[in-house]
């Protein structure tokens, strides 16, 4: 891998670069909380952040997305929108890269969705590392750095940053902006400095191997664990809601008051909601909270990663995080492994 | 690259009122191709402004640029398109999903086991088979409904009642004073049935509930796992497999289904 | 090509209130010459001075809270096709379902003056949504009600459709807004029970949620409690914050 060195001073000219063509957004601070928001200079964006609460998956998979467009009358007229700009997404963390590597999978998978891809392919990811707190565990599920699936990685050094390149098109536009030189081994050897610091760091981590989750979650269906925490969870949908991997939606049409321009489009939304398995005669699939914590629970641990190959968690905490009720997705997984070990389930 | 939410329109040719709750329209492509749907598989059915659903077909294959959907009035789309008159236009998405195995049930006696508006994508697949009756042994037919009033394609079943070997049990739920047929659910008639499960292949849709009842009822026949057919219903909003409502386990519906062999969801927890 | 209907007569009244619904309703000034070439408005006191009983879609401000209320808002089932509940007192019962809390000749006391040997005669009863009254076909909650779902249920009306009502949480809508948690900066709101729809309005401008829209279907009030207690609410701020607009099913019109 092609790793350069980028003076501290370049970092600035490089953002003002790709501002030039690039939508760019990135991490800034909002009531002292890091969110994701477009930018307009690179002094706006931190370079060290905890995660944000709303994934930058958002940029890719909007919150409400426009898929088509229509006018009524009697020969209706039906137009496919794909609205896209090129984007840059600065500040992209290792677990939120691997995501969107999921979230590639899953939208190119069998019938293509045009709306995601097109996205993705007018996107640039630009990562940086960050440290745990203490809901973070992609140690755990061996997403604590990124090998590849973005186009540049930059890590700050002190003097300067290291720059790892991660496809042609990211060293192109970092070429085309600044002057940077061939990292020293030196340099180099600072980011796996930091990756052996940011190991020791994790409080929270999941007491088993990843490869044998869905193994440990296939054997968890009747555990009692679901019902416990579905007593207490709200169904609030906040877990899915921030969740780097949950791409589910629902798809709805709006009118405007001359009752004939119109367009269909599509909202997250999230299966611990009550309506989410809910069919038109009135029968729901997934009644309790239980039954539907159970549920996206083995999505990220079972039935994607029989889907989709890998395991959907990456590790945030984002749904630990937000639950209010604090369900923990490590402590959960851990009931579970301690549960098949000992046998137990009462 | 195409976005699989494009639809093409479809002009509705014909309305029939079956009952107070369900109507059957007749649907014209604007072009002139075909669906090229099998029995089982379901469209996405839109009216511009009103939304989307999925909707199973009820028209056996054509060779026409037209097929049917019979439609309960159960939600908000099902309002809106009940309210449409003949001429309507429409976008219709599919057809999705897998539907019954057609070819594979050939020289086999059939039993099919339909309820409510089960008889809706059921009726897909009787006309397909009896266009080719005598590829097919026995068929029986059991049709199970809340009321007399709620008996759907009645006319059809006249017919289909006078195919040589085709035995047709219709039962209602409760004792109705206008009724002298059968009462009682479906399940009741099962164990009177003269089943030769070595050589019968079943088909079952009906409401959620129906379907542990009639598959402990097809087990005490002997009929095999492999051998029983179902379909199953879920909220859908994309129909290619990613909008996540139809979901069990890591089985979309949507794309593996609606039609299953039992053995194959037998241990799909959620499934039945 | 729907069946050609002549343009639906809407009216619109109000009963106990601030009729801050109505407000919201009248402030759809871009969007009027629209809505009037959708619909004919025929009475709708606060707006026009005409006044005719042949509507078909009825809009009702404000909670029952006088006995003649109830025999005119029958009145109004009887002709209208359509009843829509406007805002949170006539959807929920709101505000003034705190008074259910005391007997009645109690509030008339505070409110009228015990001094005055007419507080007597003042007609008052508990406090009640309409639907404790006539049946609601559809809701359009909250204090006060918004503008943009007051504008989706009338499209949908038009088109033959249900209204949406969302049944999730106004947490749903925070996080589509793209808010911090009112809990993450160390407050506390009724967002994690009460019915979205608002796209979270309140906590976007710095506030918090208080619950106007009323909580979605099965709330895990326990669970809120529990929470509200954890972020250092007393027993009573967790009354206050439950009664808030949660009057009418705690108290009903026991009163």
Partial sequence: MDYRFLPKKGLSLFVDGLLKDFKVYGPVKMDGFPVYEEVSSAKELLLMHSPSHITPKKYLFPQRETLLRFKTGEKPQVEHAADADNQVLFGIHPCDIHAIRLLDRVFAYGTPDVNYLRRREKTIIIGTECLPD?????????????ANDFDLFIHDIGAGFLVKIGTEKGKELLFRHVKT?????????????????????????INAEPSTLPLIYSGSYDSPVWEEIGKICYGCGSCNLVCPTCYCFDVRDDISLNMKDGERYRVWDGCLLEDFAKVAGGHNFRKTRGERLRHRFNRKFQFQVDKFGGLFCVGCGRCSRACLVNINIVEITNKLIEERETGKKE | MESPYLLRQARIERITRLTEKERLFRLVFEDDKTLGHVPGQFIMLSIFGAGEAPISVSSPPDTRNEFEICVRVVGSLTNVLHTLLKGSTVGIRGPYGKGFPVKEIENKDILLIAGGIGLVPMRSLIKTILLKRGAYGRITLLYGV???????????????????????????????????????????????????????????????????????????????????????????KCGIGKCGHCQINSVYICQEGPVFRLSDIRRLREAI | MTKNMPKPKVAFFSFTCCEGCQLQVLSCEDELV?????????????????????????????????????????????????????????STGGLNCLKNKFPMEEVKKVVYG??????????????????????????LHGCPITKSEFLNVLKALLTGKRPDMPNYPVCVDCKMTGNICVFEKGKTCMGPVTRAGCDAICVTYGAVCWGCRGTVDNPNTESHEETLRIYGLTADDLVRSFDLYGGWNKYGGSK
């Fill in chain 1, 134 to 146: 203490k809901f973070c565990f992609c140690r755990s599920v061996n997403t604590m750095t990124a």
């Fill in chain 1, 181 to 205: 030189r061939k990292a020293t081994i030196k340099e180099i050897s600072k980011l796996v400095e930091f990756h052996k610091k940011k190991e020791s760091m994790f409080t929270a981590s």
């Fill in chain 2, 146 to 236: 809340k009321s007399p009033e709620d008996i759907l394609f009645k006319d059809e079943l006249d017919e289909w009642s006078k195919v040589p070997d085709f035995d047709l049990r219709i039962t209602v739920d409760k004792p109705h004073p206008l009724w002298k047929g059968h009462t009682g659910v479906v399940t009741r008639y099962l164990p009177e049935l003269k089943i030769d499960a070595e050589r019968t292949a079943a088909v079952i849709v009906g409401p959620p509930v129906m379907y542990k009842y009639v598959i402990m009822g097809l087990g005490e026949k002997r009929i095999a796992g492999h051998e029983i057919f179902l379909s199953l219903e879920r909220r859908m």
């Fill in chain 3, 34 to 90: 629209d809505i009037l070439n959708l619909i004919e408005i025929v009475n709708f006191r606060e707006a026009i001075d005409e006044k005719r009983d042949d509507y078909d879609i009825a809009f009702i401000e404000g909670s029952v809270s006088r006995q003649h209320e109830i025999e005119e808002v029958k009145k109004i089932r009887e002709k209208a096709n359509v009843v829509v509940a406007l805002g949170a007192c006539s």
């Fill in chain 3, 114 to 139: 015990e001094k005055s040997k007419y507080y007597k005669y003042f007609d008052t009863i508990p406090a009640r949504p309409l639907d404790a009254v006539i049946p609601v076909d559809y809701y």
